[in-house]
């Protein structure tokens, strides 16, 4: 287990953008594979973004291709998610995750395969 703690939600209008940040306490940040998920009042969590050990492989959901980036500073323990040109759709809490398998090296979309998982941290887009 790693403790994972999530920062930088906010209210943003849409069409903004806000970075949010996830940091890890512990050591081997660099050997584990990253994700960010979100889940909407009433709704099932749902995959946004996820990127590999050393930050070479990503994946996003088609809802946030094009729009959001998902990148990694190891020696930081910080893994970010840039998310530009908000949505109302977009609101929702988020989390971070961390996937402890060495393979497959690409990162997953599957939130059964993380075993490690933030807090969340609000993000509201208003219309």
């Known amino acids: 287990q790693v403790q994972l703690v999530e920062s930088g939600g906010g209210l943003v209008q849409t069409g903004g953008s806000l970075r949010l940040s996830c940091s890890a306490s512990?050591?081997?940040?660099?050997?584990?594979?990253m994700g960010w998920f979100r889940q909407a009042p009433g709704k099932e969590r749902e995959f946004v973004a996820s990127i590999s050990r050393l930050g070479r492989s990503t994946a996003y959901a088609d809802s946030v291709k094009g729009r959001f980036t998902i990148s990694r500073d190891n020696a930081k323990n910080t893994v970010y998610l840039q998310m530009n040109s908000l949505k109302p759709e977009d609101t929702a809490v988020y989390l971070c995750a961390a996937d402890f398998s060495s393979l497959p090296i690409a990162p997953s979309a599957r939130a059964a395969d993380y075993s490690s998982w933030g807090q969340g941290t609000q993000v509201t887009v208003s219309s």
């Open positions: 512990v050591r081997t940040f660099g050997t584990y594979k």
